[in-house]
Nanobody, 129 residues
Framework: QVQLVESGGGLVQPGGSLRLSCTVS????????MGWFRQSPGKEREFVAA???????????YYADSVKGRFTISRDIAYNAVYLQMKSLKPEDTAVYHC???????????????????WGQGTQVTVSS
């Protein structure tokens, strides 16, 4: 059983920054790909960022075009945590942000929500003046 718990959301003005955290417990090891997705009312869940981990080469990161250059995903293997640093936030970034874990056996793409087997409850991010 893998448990994911997000934190760090809140209300921020346009242009501001937030750092989301996701603590991972249970059987998710470092070979899992960890992702962040977001969902706003009336819209489908949207890929934001993902980070893989390979013992021989470290992590590789992927970003949606809409957040590239503004968001940074990272993971702390020792503390079993994943972070999403968000800068230059825009009102269109307002959503519930979910952390998710993709097992190495899924065979799915890093941006395919259906290939992630474990999800956190989400944390609300609101960008508004």
């Amino acid at each position: 059983q893998v448990q994911l718990v997000e934190s760090g959301g809140g209300l921020v003005q346009p242009g501001g920054s937030l750092r989301l955290s996701c603590t991972v417990s249970g059987r998710a090891n470092s070979e899992y790909t960890m992702g962040w997705f977001r969902q706003s009312p009336g819209k489908e869940r949207e890929f934001v960022a993902a980070v893989t981990w390979f013992a021989w080469s470290g992590g590789r990161t992927y970003y949606a075009d809409s957040v590239k250059g503004r968001f940074t995903i990272s993971r702390d293997i020792a503390y079993n945590a994943v972070y999403l640093q968000m800068k230059s936030l825009k009102p269109e970034d307002t959503a519930v942000y979910h952390c998710a874990a993709q097992p190495p056996t899924s065979g799915g793409a890093y941006d395919a929500a259906h290939s992630y087997t474990n999800w956190g409850q989400g944390t609300q991010v609101t960008v508004s003046s």
